[in-house]
């Protein structure tokens, strides 16, 4: 079966594409893969080293990507995801196995213990993520080893050798080991690697040793909550291109201050916890002049207003986050935005979590791009949109197209909620709406033009979706199939 399989493969432009597939099952069977996680371990291979600025290179990546899907070789899920299927993956570890790219592929099959007893100087890709591991204690001699997938798993202990002879390591994945308190000095053996993945770690400290990463141009540190020590490390990597530390507990500040020594620095991802640091960073130049793509505010217990044009310069500014049981009261939406500096086109996703003190989010009006909104635990929040509030602006109310480009909707434990928005909405890519422990909100901006042509869902409980108020009967037998019980 895989000789006649292998045809699209054949087919594909060059070694660089095929390389690139073959990547690919390096991923457990029906993982969804992010693409911009997979072209991101592409550019640490060197497999789009033809491109030697970062934007040309993750243009290239998403080209590759959409070849392979047009050559039916991967499944796209959604706009940020893709999966190869399980037969598809065979034969591609299948011509793997066949081929000089020697891979060791153990990903996903309930692994306890570290895989031993294989010839590992000729592996050249290893992936055994998605298991149970929680020791690294046999020292790997892996002289031409470029990949090392050891993600999610229950990792506690690498011990300090274990990295000593992998000399051309080029990514290293340890991300989603929470039991991962302390990582070994050994790593700064790593004199190859490029692409270093820490998030969602519970490591404390990162080693001094670290420094010896001379060629590193990649580092994720998201969600290392724990993380409190990096001893003047950031300057050190002269070569990195791309910081991930939203969610990070380290201070901003202190890193913001090292990032003026990043002549390659270029994209950023980041959480502020008060005003004053929020402030303080738009002072540094490679802040402001960076790709910064996520902006988490958590806290924020210094000021009850947040002016949301203190964000209006940062680009492209693709996701934002405001958590933390704030005290913010108030998000203001100030005339002067209308003149257009303000307006957040690159903004794709907002998540609002714990802001107690809020009573509307009418400020999202001005990212007319916006595709998914997702609001938790929220308790004072009793509208999205305010109408009041857009009577402020109203130079531009007759001109907004509210929610022209939402495809996901996400309401959780919002108790005061009774309104998304007043009057009826197109809605015209809407996919997904979810209302989850709402019991107020019992309308919402639809009639019987909206979401049409969609497939939309809406999900919820029985109960609340009984008491559901219609705009008029067409609207609740056009709306009626879409329900799906949560």
């Not at 006649?4 to 493969?9: E, G, M, Q, R």
């Not at 003047?232 to 990070?248: A, R, T």
């Not at 209006?312 to 003149?339: F, Q, T």
């Not at 999202?364 to 857009?390: M, N, T, V, W, Y």
């Amino acid at each position: 079966m895989f000789p006649k399989l292998k045809f699209s493969y054949d087919c594909l432009a060059d070694e660089k594409v095929k390389s690139c597939f073959l990547y690919c099952s390096l991923y457990p069977e029906d993982k969804s893969i992010e693409k911009d996680e997979l072209i991101h371990c592409w550019i640490g291979e060197g497999l789009l080293d033809e491109h030697t600025n970062l934007s040309s290179a993750r243009n290239r990546g998403h080209f590759i990507i959409g070849s392979l899907i047009d050559a039916c070789l991967l499944e796209k899920q959604g706009n940020h995801r893709i999966k190869m299927h399980d037969v598809i993956r065979d034969m591609a570890l299948w011509i793997a196995g066949e081929s000089e790219e020697k891979f060791f592929v153990k990903s996903g099959v309930q692994l306890k213990e570290q895989p031993k007893d294989k010839k590992w100087e000729e592996v050249i890709r290893m992936s055994v993520m998605d298991n149970l591991i929680e020791n690294l204690t046999d020292i790997l001699a892996c002289p031409n080893l470029q990949t090392l997938f050891l993600g999610r798993n229950r990792l506690k202990v690498i011990i300090n050798d274990f990295f000593n002879f992998m000399p051309m390591l080029r990514v290293l994945d340890l991300s989603h080991n929470m039991n991962l308190k302390e990582l070994p000095a050994g790593i700064g053996k790593l004199v190859s690697l490029e692409h270093l993945n820490l998030s969602f770690t519970h490591i404390r400290r990162l080693p001094i040793e670290l420094k010896a990463l001379k060629n590193l141009k990649y580092l994720n540190l998201e969600r290392t909550r724990r993380l409190r020590i990096i001893p003047q490390l950031i300057s050190s990597f002269s070569k990195l291109q791309v910081l991930k530390m939203e969610g990070c507990c380290y201070q901003c500040s202190l890193v913001l201050e090292e990032m003026e020594h990043l002549n390659y620095l270029n994209v950023l991802t980041i959480t502020f916890t008060s005003t004053s640091e929020l402030e303080k960073a738009l002072g540094f130049n490679k802040f402001i002049s960076c790709a910064i793509e996520h902006v988490s505010l958590q806290g924020f217990r210094d000021s009850r207003s947040l002016n949301i044009l203190a964000l209006a310069n940062l680009h492209p500014l693709y996701s934002l986050e405001l958590s933390g049981y704030m005290v913010i009261e108030d998000v203001k939406i100030e005339s002067s935005i209308i003149e257009g500096v303000g307006c957040f086109h690159s903004l794709r996703s907002i998540y609002l979590f714990d802001c107690n003190q809020l009573r509307d989010a009418s400020w999202i009006i001005f990212a007319p791009h916006l595709e998914r909104l997702f609001i938790r635990d929220c308790q004072g929040l009793e509208e999205i949109i305010s109408e009041e509030k857009l009577s402020e602006v109203a130079e531009l109310k007759g001109n907004l197209n509210l929610f022209s480009k939402l495809e996901f909707l996400h309401l959780n434990n919002l108790p005061k909620m009774k309104t998304i928005y007043g009057h009826a909405l197109l809605f015209p890519q809407l996919k997904r709406i979810t209302i989850l422990n709402c019991p107020m909100l019992k309308k919402f901006p639809l009639n019987s033009n909206s979401a049409k042509g969609r497939r939309l869902v809406i999900e919820g409980d029985e109960g609340w979706w009984k008491d559901v108020e219609w705009e008029d009967e067409s609207t609740q037998i056009a709306f009626f199939p879409s329900f799906k019980h949560r």
